[in-house]
């Protein structure tokens, strides 16, 4: 069946060819690991999980290359290091795991090469040297800059040209650089900051660089798919392009850019100050992973995604109907997509319409499907036989007692370790009742 995908850069829905039919190269910008990630940075997780199964499913499991990459170099893992007063290594390694947990309980499938930036320094290196030699970066003041006047194709993916991008853009003013939209290739790093000696002097990559060295060493000069979410766009997409097509002497980098929509939660967007920023550990310690990976495949990838209890409640509910309907236990391997769930991912990623399919299907051919988009019935309740009833009366009961005492911040403490548990406090004249968060 022919897959059809839309690409960004020219803002069509296109066959897809690969470059080479025996392998099939697709990356997408991972994560920082500086923390747990959250719900809408699961969103490109399962959205490209999905296309990379659907890619197998086409052209072989031994002839599709994903690969994802961390990103273990960064500003915000210094600082977090730096605040909780750990090594830089213990923040990345922990942050890590947290993902890897989180994600294979979504029902996600490791990459092929799961690249870490830290890992790829002398690749980086060696793409800023060429770049120096082609005239398109400069060294001033320990940086070297990517000159953004260098090429006239810059800003082809965003479509944006740079007065329309200065106008849009929060760029970092520095008297180093010639143009202000000038992004750093390499900086130097302060006292405590990571640092690797280069022909620019002891420092550090920029972010954008990190994911042409990846790309490069694991995919090639060209490849077929990149991914990631609409944010990467502009500027980290626009610059890898730049990066790559300047260093590699190519037409282009990816054949194909595909970008998934936001997620905003309960219709706004998520943010820390407004209180509604869910991790996927959090959701995990309420909802099974496959209800809220089925909750995600409900929206098309490139629309914007409302994520919402209502949703995961419906979720829950259609995915325990289907697994009602057949024995998954039958299913061998990762199992195969039906014909209309195929026509319809073929028809770019269209899970909606996948998803309908599935509702009229049977037995085998359910089950089989369901596997084959990542459902494996691994949908036990986190709660069920999980619900210490004991532990929970006694931290209430310990909290009673920290409020007795005035201390009200071990007592507001002890009601969010309730609340990750998803335990609501009801406090009236009887003394405090709970009940389980549905
Ligand atoms: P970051 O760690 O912020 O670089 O994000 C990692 C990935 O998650 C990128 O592909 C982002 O585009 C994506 N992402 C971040 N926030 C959201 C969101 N609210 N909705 C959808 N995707 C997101
Ligand atoms: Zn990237």
């Known amino acids: 069946?022919?897959?059809?995908?839309?690409?960004?850069?020219?803002?069509?829905?296109?066959?897809?060819?690969p470059l080479d039919a025996d392998m099939v190269r697709m990356y997408v910008c991972g994560p920082t690991?500086?923390?747990?990630?959250?719900?809408?940075?699961?969103?490109?997780?399962?959205?490209?999980?999905?296309?990379?199964?659907?890619?197998?499913?086409?052209?072989?499991?031994?002839h599709v290359r994903y690969v994802r990459n961390l990103t273990d170099v960064d500003d915000k893992i210094n600082a977090r290091a730096a605040e909780e007063g750990v090594p830089i290594s213990e923040v990345t390694a922990r942050t890590i795991r947290q993902f890897h947990a989180d994600i294979s309980a979504l029902g996600v499938l490791p990459p092929t090469v799961e690249p870490r930036a830290t890992e790829h320094i002398a690749e980086m290196q060696e793409i800023i040297s060429r770049l120096i030699d082609a005239g398109c970066a400069y060294v001033a003041e320990g940086h070297v800059l990517y000159d953004v006047t260098a090429r006239p194709d810059y800003g082809a993916l965003s479509k944006r040209s740079l007065d329309e991008?200065?106008?849009?853009?929060?760029?970092?003013?520095?008297?180093?650089?010639?143009?202000?939209?000038?992004?750093?290739?390499?900086?130097?790093?302060?006292?405590?900051?990571?640092?690797?000696?280069?022909?620019?002097?002891?420092?550090?990559?920029?972010?954008?660089?990190?994911?042409?060295a990846m790309?490069?060493?694991?995919?090639?000069?060209?490849?077929?798919?990149?991914?990631?979410?609409?944010?990467?766009?502009?500027?980290?997409?626009?610059?890898?392009i730049a990066q790559s097509t300047c260093a590699f002497h190519t037409p282009f980098m990816a054949k194909y850019w595909l970008h998934n929509g936001f997620l905003q939660v309960e219709g706004r967007k998520m943010s820390k100050s407004l209180g509604n920023f869910?991790?996927?550990?959090?959701?995990?310690?309420?909802?099974?992973g496959e209800v809220l990976r089925l909750n995600m495949l409900r929206t098309h990838y490139r629309q914007p995604v409302d994520?919402?209890?209502?949703?995961?409640?419906?979720?829950?509910?259609?995915?325990?109907?289907?697994?009602?309907?057949?024995?998954?236990?039958?299913?061998?391997?990762?199992?195969?997509?039906?014909?209309?769930?195929?026509?319809?991912?073929?028809?770019?990623?269209?899970?909606?319409?996948?998803?309908?399919?599935?509702?009229?299907?049977?037995?085998?051919?359910l089950a089989a499907s369901l596997k084959a988009l990542g459902f494996s019935r691994n949908i036990a309740d986190p709660r069920q036989g999980a619900v210490d009833a004991d532990g929970i009366e006694a931290l209430i009961a310990a909290r009673e007692a920290a409020r007795a005492e005035?201390?009200?911040?071990e007592a507001d403490r002890i009601r969010d370790e309730l609340a990750a548990r998803g335990v609501v406090l009801k406090d009236g004249p009887e003394g405090t009742s709970w009940e389980l968060k549905r």
């Open 33 to 62: 690991v500086y923390d747990y990630a959250h719900i809408g940075n699961a969103r490109p997780i399962i959205v490209f999980d999905v296309l990379f199964r659907l890619l197998r499913a086409l052209y072989g499991e031994e």
């Open 278 to 288: 869910i991790t996927i550990h959090d959701l995990l310690a309420e909802w099974p």
């Open 215 to 240: 790309s490069w060493k694991h995919l090639g000069e060209t490849f077929d798919i990149h991914g990631g979410g609409i944010d990467l766009q502009f500027p980290h997409h626009e610059n890898e």
């Open 1 to 17: 069946m022919a897959l059809t995908i839309h690409n960004s850069l020219t803002r069509a829905k296109e066959p897809f060819a």
């Open 307 to 365: 994520w919402t209890k209502k949703g995961l409640e419906e979720s829950w509910k259609t995915l325990r109907g289907w697994y009602g309907r057949c024995d998954m236990d039958a299913v061998e391997g990762e199992g195969a997509f039906a014909p209309p769930v195929l026509e319809a991912l073929c028809d770019d990623l269209n899970t909606p319409k996948a998803l309908a399919a599935l509702h009229q299907l049977e037995g085998a051919e």
């Open 406 to 409: 005035k201390n009200w911040a």
């Open 165 to 212: 991008m200065l106008a849009g853009a929060r760029v970092e003013v520095a008297p180093y650089k010639k143009n202000p939209m000038d992004f750093v290739l390499w900086k130097p790093s302060k006292e405590g900051e990571p640092a690797w000696e280069s022909p620019w002097g002891a420092g550090r990559p920029g972010w954008h660089i990190e994911c042409s």
